[in-house]
């Protein structure tokens, strides 16, 4: 058990709402990746926070954005939603040189 | 760009049977790259990375740079290895490139 946990574990919203996915690291952990993964693709890298700064951020849009707290744990808020966010969200933190991936937040965008 | 490809969606072999995941990999600098795997109902999770060269559950990988390729290797399928299967590539500082995936199914 990596320790790696995400919140909600299921989410519907309607195209044009906001929403906040939530993580929480393993302890002393002090970087955390958020990837977005489509229904039958591979993940792919959003950004990265390391310290509470983003430190990295994939091919996305303003509108995702992110924040890391103090206590190891992290949020991605996606404004404007669009049907093409459904996915599933995944957070890793990781120490050194291994991630270690959450189970996901399923979003669907009706 | 960085890019990782996983030909194959679907790979269906019989138990005992060897196994060949194909990644290949474009990225201009010296690569890191990594397999995960993610069983059935659980989370993705790191299977091995090329440079501990090291064998997990009898799974190999080798990096090939002259054909850009890391292909992961087990010579005999167990039922259990059954599950999807994710190259990546490490851009910098832990920010995975990952590949479409491939299935893995092994049948009694």
């Known amino acids: 058990e990596t320790g790696v946990t995400q919140s909600p574990t299921h989410l519907i919203k309607t195209r044009g709402q906001q929403v906040t996915l939530r993580c929480s690291s393993q302890?002393?952990?002090?970087?955390v990746s958020w990837y977005q993964q489509a229904l039958g693709q591979g993940p792919q890298f959003i950004f990265q926070y390391y310290r509470e700064e983003e430190n990295g951020r994939g091919n996305f849009p303003p509108r995702f954005s992110g924040l890391q707290f103090p206590n190891y744990s992290s949020e991605l808020n996606v404004n404007a939603l669009e049907l093409d966010d459904s996915a599933l969200y995944l957070c890793a933190s990781s120490l050194e040189d291994t991630q270690y991936f959450g189970p996901g937040t399923r979003l669907t965008v009706l | 760009a960085q890019r990782v490809t996983q030909p194959e969606k679907l790979l269906s072999v019989f138990k005992g049977a060897p196994v060949e995941l194909k990644c290949n990999y474009s990225y201009s600098g010296s690569p890191e790259l990594f397999w995960y795997v993610q069983y059935s109902r659980q989370r993705l999770q790191l299977l091995l990375r090329h440079i501990s060269r090291e064998s997990i559950k009898g799974f190999t990988a080798d990096l090939n740079k002259g054909e850009t390729s890391f292909h992961l290797k087990k010579p005999f399928a167990q039922e259990e290895d059954s599950a999807m299967y994710y190259c990546?590539?490490?851009?910098?500082?832990?920010?995975?490139?990952f590949g479409g995936g491939t299935r893995l199914m092994v049948k009694p």
């Open positions: 302890s002393g952990h002090n970087t």
């Open positions: 990546a590539l490490n851009n910098a500082g832990n920010m995975l490139t």
